[in-house]
């Protein structure tokens, strides 16, 4: 009697054609296959991804560090640009003044209304330019970080176009604010926070918008525009903090401070902070997306 088995040997499948029960054949890592034809079929990649990893693929592309000091570094170039360009703009505009008597003799004094009206352009011009740079640099870092020329390019040309527009905006609704509320902005250190809070979070907000457009993503974008608003406040926290002890005499509590280097320490101590916001916000997005 023969041991032979016909039917187990036809049976038997061939490694890599599929099996009766419709599993799929299996491919080594890295070997295409063939098509029925016959024809190779290119390699497969150890690493490609499909479907909805692809997306969680796409996030590590955001190396932390990277995004850190680009950045940071963005920060720091904007709050140095900012600060010069507008060093060439301060007391642009000048107020009306007339001719008032006082003990017994004429002498110019300005006219309220003016020095309101001159304040809101001086200050739309600083702020605009801070805002603009500002989110300009941020823009492309944000693009940068992900190694996107194009993105890069079209983020900071949005940043560029909002951080402006909210300077400028903030100025002509705020300056005016501090003006009714003088007494209280030089008696507390809580209202020039709030004044300058409300300024640079609007300004920090714009720029964090262009950092998360850059960095791809609804989602980032509206983190970082979160992020860019409480870091442009904590900013406005830590120039006034600071200001009112370093720079006791230089008027920090004014829309625009009275010395150069009072406004210095404005301009890089608020682009870092709303930065550092940015980039915080982006990377908790990173986080999620790899849950």
């Not at 005016?176 to 926070?193: C, G, N, V, W, Y």
């Not at 150069?260 to 908790?284: D, F, H, K």
Request: with cysteine; glycine share 14%.
């Amino acid at each position: 009697m023969s041991s032979d088995h016909p039917e187990s040997a036809s049976s038997a499948t061939p490694p890599g054609a599929p099996s009766g029960s419709g599993d799929r054949p299996t491919i080594p890592e890295g070997s295409g296959g063939t098509e029925p034809s016959g024809k190779p079929l290119p390699p497969v990649p150890a690493d490609h991804e499909v479907g909805p990893r692809k997306h969680v693929q796409s996030e590590a592309t955001l190396k932390p560090a990277r995004m850190w000091v680009l950045a940071l570094g963005a920060g720091i170039v904007a709050g140095l640009v900012a600060w010069k360009g507008g060093e060439s703009f301060v007391d642009r505009f000048e107020p009306e003044t007339h001719m008032v008597s006082a003990a017994g003799s004429m002498m110019r004094q300005p006219i309220p209304a003016s020095v309101i009206a001159t304040d809101v352009k001086n200050s739309a011009i600083a702020f605009s330019i801070f805002g603009g740079v500002l989110g300009l640099c941020l823009g492309l870092a944000g693009g940068l970080s992900r190694a996107k020329v194009g993105a890069a390019i079209v983020a900071g040309i949005i940043g560029l176009a909002l951080g402006a527009c909210a300077g400028l905006g903030m100025s002509y609704a705020m300056v005016p604010i501090f003006h009714r509320e003088i007494d209280l902005m030089m008696k507390s250190l809580t209202a020039p926070m709030l004044y300058h809070g409300a300024i640079w979070g609007t300004i920090g907000a714009a720029c964090g918008l262009a950092f998360g457009i850059g960095a791809g993503g609804l989602g980032r974008a509206l983190r970082c525009l979160v992020g860019g608003l409480l870091g442009g406040i904590l900013g406005a926290v830590v120039f006034d903090m600071v200001g009112a002890v370093v720079f006791a005499l230089d008027r920090t509590f004014q829309p625009i401070s009275t010395s150069e280097y009072s406004r210095l320490l404005a301009r890089v101590a608020v682009s870092l902070c709303i930065a550092v916001g940015a980039v915080l916000a982006a990377q908790v997005v990173r986080s999620k997306s790899r849950t």
